[in-house]
């Protein structure tokens, strides 16, 4: 229970970094995006709490933290979104369905590939690549799914670029404006993380609520009616450069 509040904790990951906390962060952002196994970092949560502790009134509250680079992040930080979303689309446009292949585990579970691919199908490819910056989970996943779904790599790196962008400056932007706003900001970080990311969980929960009103037709069973080897026709035309 300790490293589950931890890992939700960007006070903790910050304090963690110390005086690497800016590169930290940088690392951190590219994992969660460019490698499967990194969709249980912090994205959403870590991103605003990087620009609250941007400020030197708020970087006082963790000990051995200087106040991280705000210019630094807002130029490289989409940088490593864009970097990470991209070698997500590389490796699913390589290895395909095996990327996926693998038995559930505590750290793989199908349905998340599940709700990538549905994601992907119900809004089309570019608006997709972009939307899913703000999902949790469907962000890290969407990406290879993308390549294996034979998305162009040209258009893929367009909409990447635009949601990696969007992403990274608007909650790096709302953490510098609160940590300058807000006294004692450091106080509300943990609290402050776990509702954006019941806030970023809406639209999962909104997909599965219209899914059991219209009989089944939502989000995606992860029994496997809508399995990777089988994307819909649409679906398939939709990707076509």
């Known amino acids: 229970m300790d490293l589950l509040h931890n890992l939700l904790d960007p006070k903790w990951w910050l304090g963690l970094l110390g005086p690497f906390a800016t590169i930290g962060v940088l690392g951190i952002i590219f994992a969660e995006t460019g490698l499967l196994l990194g969709f249980f970092l912090p994205g959403d949560s870590l991103l605003v709490a990087a620009?609250?502790?941007?400020?030197?009134?708020?970087?006082?509250?963790?000990?051995?933290?200087?106040?991280?680079?705000?210019?630094?992040?807002l130029v490289l930080a989409p940088l490593c979104a864009i970097a990470?979303?991209?070698?997500?689309h590389h490796l699913g446009a390589t290895f395909g369905r095996r990327l996926f292949?693998?038995?559930?585990?505590?750290?793989?579970?199908?349905?998340?590939?599940?709700?990538?691919?549905?994601?992907?199908?119900?809004?089309?490819?570019?608006?997709a690549v972009v939307l899913a910056r703000f999902i949790p989970i469907v962000r890290t996943f969407l990406n290879p799914v993308a390549g294996m779904l034979?998305?162009?790599?040209?258009?893929?790196?367009l909409w990447n670029c635009v949601g990696g962008i969007l992403w990274t400056d608007s909650m790096l932007i709302f953490?510098?404006?609160?940590?300058?706003?807000?006294?004692?900001?450091?106080?509300?970080?943990?609290?402050?993380?776990?509702?954006?990311?019941?806030?970023?969980?809406?639209?999962?929960?909104?997909?599965f609520v219209k899914g059991r009103k219209g009989g089944g037709s939502g989000a995606p069973e992860s029994g496997g009616k809508h399995r990777l080897g089988a994307p819909t026709t649409p679906a398939r035309r939709d990707i076509q450069p």
């Open 51 to 73: 620009g609250v502790f941007s400020t030197v009134e708020a970087a006082a509250a963790i000990p051995g933290l200087t106040p991280l680079s705000f210019p630094v992040l």
């Open 84 to 88: 990470g979303a991209q070698l997500g």
């Open 150 to 157: 034979g998305m162009d790599r040209k258009r893929f790196f």
């Open 101 to 127: 292949d693998k038995p559930n585990s505590k750290l793989f579970k199908q349905e998340h590939v599940d709700k990538a691919e549905y994601y992907f199908q119900k809004f089309g490819p570019a608006k």
């Open 175 to 207: 953490g510098r404006v609160v940590g300058s706003a807000v006294p004692d900001i450091d106080k509300y970080i943990l609290p402050g993380a776990l509702v954006i990311i019941v806030l970023s969980l809406i639209p999962i929960v909104m997909e």
